[in-house]
């Protein structure tokens, strides 16, 4: 049995300011879960959050969160640097950055 899943992807700065979004349509071999994590060409996705089933779709509708790092050595992954990678991985969206504070 397959499985139709709309992943949703939503990357924050690290003060929570600001949030980029996207979205990913796959076919999956088994339910979705919590926790489960996509290898992706440029490197795993961070866990799903949350797995609601929509009847009206008849799909499953799964929540990445992702922010920004600071890495004690000096290389940060930026926003910019994230946003390019998900792009490279084939998730849609993120014409621009939102404002999370308004």
């Given amino acids: 049995m397959e499985y139709s899943v ?3 992807l939503t990357i924050h ?3 929570g300011s600001k949030a980029a979004s996207f979205g990913k349509r796959m076919t ?3 339910v ?9 060409r440029e490197g795993a996705t961070d866990p799903v959050v949350s797995v ?5 779709d008849q799909e499953f509708r799964c929540h990445i969160d992702s922010s920004e790092v600071e890495i ?3 290389y940060d992954l930026d926003m910019a ?5 998900a792009k490279a991985n084939g998730w849609e969206g993120a014409g ?3 404002d999370t504070n308004s």
């Fill in 6 to 8: 709309h992943f949703s």
């Fill in 13 to 15: 700065s690290l003060d």
């Fill in 28 to 30: 999956l071999p088994f």
């Fill in 32 to 40: 979705p879960f919590i926790g489960l994590r996509l290898a992706e």
């Fill in 52 to 56: 609601v089933w929509s009847a009206l």
């Fill in 72 to 74: 004690a050595d000096g």
């Fill in 81 to 85: 640097f994230l946003i390019d990678q």
């Fill in 96 to 98: 621009r950055i939102y």
